[in-house]
């Protein structure tokens, strides 16, 4: 699956295309590999308190918000990856969940 991926990094918008490579479905959660600019593997599921995210290549794990609440899964992850690494990962999320 393609996805569109769009950032403004300081003055400039920032426009790239990624594709999803594989998404597997464990039933508690799904594991998924994307390739754009960047490639990740991360965890996406459900718990008891809402949605989560981790990357383990990263060490980054938190909560997310529904999954198609795109900016502000993007604002939490740039809080540990880069603007356009965020962004990457945040829009196959709200896609395909």
Known sequence: MAFHCHKKIGR??????GYMKS???YGSHYEI??????G?????GNY???NFIRIPAFGV???LSCYS???WNNENLARFLNPVDAAT???PCELCM
Do not use: C
């Open 12 to 17: 400039k918008y920032e426009q790239w295309d």
């Open 23 to 25: 998404i597997r479905n």
């Open 33 to 38: 590999q994307i390739e754009s600019r960047s």
């Open 40 to 44: 990740f593997f991360f965890l996406v």
């Open 48 to 50: 008891v308190n809402d």
């Open 61 to 63: 794990g938190y909560d």
């Open 69 to 71: 609440n795109y900016f």
């Open 89 to 91: 990962v945040a829009e």
